[in-house]
């Protein structure tokens, strides 16, 4: 009994910092302007999301990690639809925290096309509240984002990774 009643006072005072924790985080939207960054690709180079704006709409994808299962088919599923992005004036940008060797091996096992970026910080996934479960977990989370920079899609499921790819098509060629 005294373990079940500490381990609900541990659980609610987790809750409760995650809960604050999550009200501190950015809750980005449609219609509101992309935040900006500036993240290392998978070669070390830094990429800044305001070097597409008037010249691309992107694709920012957010998912959990390298070589997991669900991960892996999301990113395969961009891969196999990156001529259709492209052919729609769009880029496609995937974002974790893995780090940059991570995202090269990643990127050259699935012969994946588009760029990679490492958020080891966390603070852009932060920026856009890209969370799942209290905060504790890396959410997977896709934004389309315009020429002009300002988000015309949200799509969020942890549970559909593949889904992502058909929502951020449709989103595009509907602009």
Partial sequence: MKRVIISLVLIAGLTSCQTEEKTQMAKVNVGDMAPDFELKDKDGNLVKLSDFRGEKSVVVYFYPKDETPGCTAQACSFRDSYEDFKEAGAEVIGISSDGSS???????????????????????????????????????????????????HKFDSQLSPTKHIQESLDAIKKQ
Avoid: C, E, M, W
Wanted: a positive charge; charged letters at 20%.
């Fill in 102 to 152: 991570s995202h090269s091996g990643f990127a050259a096992n699935h012969r994946l096309p588009f760029i990679l970026l490492s958020d080891t910080t966390g603070k852009v996934r932060k920026a856009y509240g890209a969370f799942d479960l209290l905060g504790l977990i890396p959410g997977r989370v896709t934004f389309v984002i315009d020429r002009q920079g300002k988000i015309i």
